[in-house]
């Protein structure tokens, strides 16, 4: 079975300042990884995703991410915050690079920036 | 904009009832997959369905059932409600060939309250 844990419910950082949401991953194949971000009233919207051509993954807004097998982790960053980065983050794990295949999601991280 | 619209946004219902909540798919997308997200969790998924047939299934009881159309809309219903069936709940459609990679659009979810 798959299984994601993002440490922090809800993380806050200064306008300008770097964001780190952290996510670990369990998986018994090799994995998918995925990160969405949630806007309110609004559905999720992929930022990047992992799919063993490269560990460091970049996305859009500036987001990325890097794959670390070792410590079984994928960990979302962005050098500077900006004020419309604030929204909800989840990240997922599948087990195949498809449309068809359901993603095992985290709990979420809610991001506040703060001017 | 995603391209996949959901309908209606707001539901009240009371227990025991019956809800019917709808999605249209982007134009094209021959897969669609129905995830509940309650409140403070991630996304999770309830079923799928490709070429109209049921194609996978979460842990969600048999009172949770679905239906795709060939005009690329689809419908969840859930029997007998509960109250822990309020969530939000996300359609998120694909157009899947066989070849991977193939990406994900999530509608904004239709909110379901049941008192």
């Known amino acids: 079975a798959q299984s994601v844990t993002q440490l922090g419910s809800h993380v806050s950082v200064s306008e300008g300042a770097l964001v780190l949401l952290r996510c670990n991953y369990s998986?018994?194949?090799?994995?998918?990884l995925f990160w969405y971000v949630q806007y309110p009233n609004q559905g999720l919207q992929l930022l990047l995703k992992y799919t063993s051509a490269a560990t460091l993954v970049k996305g859009i807004n500036g987001f990325e991410a890097e794959f670390k097998k070792s410590e079984t982790s994928f960990h979302l960053t962005k050098p500077s915050a900006h004020m419309s980065d604030a929204a909800e983050y989840f990240c997922?794990?599948?087990?195949?690079?498809?449309?068809?295949?359901?993603?095992?999601f985290g709990k979420g991280t809610r991001l506040s920036v703060i001017a | 904009e995603t391209g996949v619209t959901q309908s209606p946004t707001h539901l009240i219902k009371t227990r025991g009832q019956q809800v019917t909540l709808r999605c249209s798919s982007q134009?094209?997308?021959?897969?669609v997959s129905w995830y509940q997200q309650a409140l403070g969790q991630g996304p999770q998924f309830i079923f799928q369905y490709y070429r109209e047939e049921e194609n996978g299934r979460g842990n969600f009881p048999p009172r949770f059932s679905g239906l795709q159309f060939p005009n690329y809309s689809s419908e969840l219903n859930v029997n007998a409600l509960e109250l822990d069936d309020s969530a939000l709940y996300l359609c998120?459609?694909?157009?899947?060939?066989?070849?991977?990679?193939?990406?994900?659009?999530f509608g904004s979810g239709t909110q379901l309250s049941v008192l």
């Open positions: 997922a794990v599948s087990d195949r690079n498809s449309g068809n295949t359901p993603l095992v």
């Open positions: 998986s018994s194949v090799p994995p998918y």
């Open positions: 134009s094209g997308h021959n897969t």
């Open positions: 998120a459609s694909s157009l899947v060939g066989g070849g991977g990679n193939e990406k994900l659009f």
